[in-house]
């Protein structure tokens, strides 16, 4: 808006706006040589480049390693139920032959003495 021949905004309000219309469209000036800003930007990608990499092998070594957490974490499991069912079954067994022992001492009670 013009009032009177001179513009709405002072000077500073409008060099303000240009600057922000400037880091809006990413138009960026740099005042370094060119030979110059092209080495920094390479090195600059090269590291941005090497840690993202770095960071990409970790986390799938992570992920392995999660993975075979996991899978042993199952097969003990698995191991776990087998030896409990064998447990169970030698405790059975036990059971049934100190019962059978019981029955022997008292069909044979000269034989308590000896076991």
Known sequence: MVFGGESFYSSAER??????LMEATHEKTYSSPQRKLV??????RNQWKAKAGAAKRGLKRLGTRVRRLERSKAN????????QTQVAEWQAKHAQTVQELEELKKKYPQLSGDF
């Not at 080495?39 to 600059?44: A, G, I, N, Q, V």
């Not at 003990?76 to 030896?83: A, K, T």
């Open 39 to 44: 080495k920094f930007f390479e090195r600059s």
């Open 15 to 20: 060099l303000e706006k240009e600057a922000l």
């Open 76 to 83: 003990s499991h698995h191991q776990l139920e087998v030896l």
